[in-house]
Nanobody
Framework: QVQLVESGGGLVQAGGSLRLSCAAS????????MGWFRQASGKQREFVGE????????SYAASVKGRFTISRDDAKNVVYLQMNSLKVEDTAVYYC????????????WGQGTRVTVSS
């Protein structure tokens, strides 16, 4: 079982950048496909992107493609979400999650980190 802790959220102006971290313990992140999700106030949680267990980024949401980048540091057992050219509509609580190779649904979640983008 893996435990996930996000960090790096905060307040940033539109057009700025932030890098979120998802530190894993209990198991190595390379054992899982790691995903990032976000939930804005009053809205449903939405998929941001995912990084496959095999080291390949599998997909990004259309709304973040070209601006956000997911990477993984196996030595540190951390997955990152680099967010550039941030927009006000990127404001949300960001969650990382993990799913095992043979599992379709994410079943391990962090507690979330809040990102606020001001205009």
């Amino acid at each position: 079982q893996v435990q996930l802790v996000e960090s790096g959220g905060g307040l940033v102006q539109a057009g700025g950048s932030l890098r979120l971290s998802c530190a894993a313990s209990g198991r190595t992140v390379s054992s899982y496909t790691m995903g990032w999700f976000r939930q804005a106030s009053g809205k449903q949680r939405e998929f941001v992107g995912e990084f496959g267990w095999n080291g390949v980024v599998t997909s990004y949401a259309a709304s973040v493609k070209g601006r956000f980048t997911i990477s993984r540091d196996d030595a540190k057992n951390v997955v990152y979400l680099q967010m550039n050219s941030l927009k006000v509509e990127d404001t949300a609580v960001y969650y990382c999650a993990a799913r095992a190779r043979s599992v379709a649904n994410y079943n391990y979640w962090g507690q979330g980190t809040r990102v606020t983008v001001s205009s």
